[in-house]
């Protein structure tokens, strides 16, 4: 799912009804991921990366208007959290997310842009062998149409729609495939995406498209990718 401010109720004076339809399907996204399991692991991509959050850390959204705190473990654990720093979006949302769904932990990995598809996906294999969930936080382009916050690209909406049919389809080999300087170049979180693929390398699964959509000159895609043996 995607990790851009508006998901957060604080910092938006009203919310429009596509935003509603955004935060609805990330609730039921992250409602189902708490079901199957409380502990989580995030996967995200940020300039700051490679770099790890412990579920004992926690942050603040001051930076985006806003002091509202989140913490990447319940604090009712007992676990003595660190000192509020200046957490990347990602880890924030995952933060945030966690929250309103009511999971145990997220440990948080962000990636480095540039990480190498095979390197995003053997880390996907390293978490397929745990019990935790996973919570990948990834988005679109930011380059489809005159309202993005980058001029239009020709290029970005076919990649999008690429993307929604690979999320809705379980479609690992078509996020493997991705090309790395087109996605840069049209803001494309494919790091994060191609962990996916190491993931589902064994066993069935199937995937729902709970939102599709590009509210505000980015694509936002809310899905599940569920292992059904």
Do not use: K
């Not at 004076?13 to 989580?40: F, H, I, K, P, Q």
């Not at 790890?52 to 989140?70: H, I, L, M, N, W």
């Not at 996605?183 to 498209?209: D, I, K, N, Y």
């Amino acid at each position: 799912m995607p990790h851009p401010p508006l998901l957060v109720p604080a910092l938006t004076v009203r919310a429009d009804a596509e935003t509603e339809r955004l935060r609805g399907a990330c609730l039921r996204a992250v409602s189902s991921l708490a079901d199957s399991s409380a502990e989580w692991v995030a996967v995200g991509v940020d300039p700051s990366g490679p770099i790890r959050f412990s579920s004992t850390t926690s942050g603040t959204f001051a930076g985006y208007g806003r002091d509202v705190r989140v913490s990447l473990g319940d604090p009712s654990l007992g676990d003595a959290a660190e000192p509020l720093t200046e957490l990347p979006l990602p880890a924030l949302i995952a933060g945030l997310l966690r929250e309103q769904a009511g999971a145990r932990t997220v440990d948080v990995r962000l990636l480095a842009p540039g990480t190498p598809a095979e390197q995003c996906r053997d880390l996907g294999a390293e978490l397929a062998g745990s019990d935790t969930a996973l919570l990948v936080l990834a988005e679109g382009s930011n380059r489809s149409d005159e309202r993005s916050p980058h001029r239009p690209d020709h290029r970005a909406r076919p990649l999008d729609e690429l993307l929604a049919t690979a999320l809705a389809r379980v479609d690992a080999e078509a996020l493997m495939e991705l090309d790395p300087a087109l996605c840069a170049e049209v803001g494309v979180s494919r790091e994060a995406l191609q962990v996916l693929p190491g993931v589902v390398a064994e066993g069935t699964w199937r995937g729902e498209l709970l939102y599709s959509g590009t509210p505000f000159g980015v694509t936002y895609d809310v899905a599940t990718w569920t292992r059904d043996d």
